[in-house]
């Protein structure tokens, strides 16, 4: 149900429409929609950004493994 709930409010009017409503329990539900479109909307930005570092510590890390590797080999 949480599913269905989320595809029914993805459209872009659903704030307005919250505020339109006269269901108390519907312009909840709307509101708590968006409140959570919101989050997942910041968390996914926040996993962006989270992969893009822990990308560039990993081509950091492989570079002195591999600085290891060679000054051992030698």
């Given amino acids: 149900m949480k599913g269905t709930l989320k595809a029914q409010d993805n459209g872009s009017g659903s704030s307005t429409s919250a505020a339109s409503h006269s ?4 312009r909840m539900r709307q509101q708590v929609a968006a409140a959570n479109r919101v989050y ?3 968390v996914a930005a926040t996993k962006k950004v989270f992969d893009h570092k822990k990308a560039e510590a990993k081509k950091e890390r492989d570079a ?3 600085a290891a590797h060679d000054a051992a080999g030698r």
């Fill in 64 to 66: 002195a493994i591999k």
């Fill in 40 to 42: 997942e909307h910041k």
């Fill in 23 to 26: 269901d108390p329990i519907v």
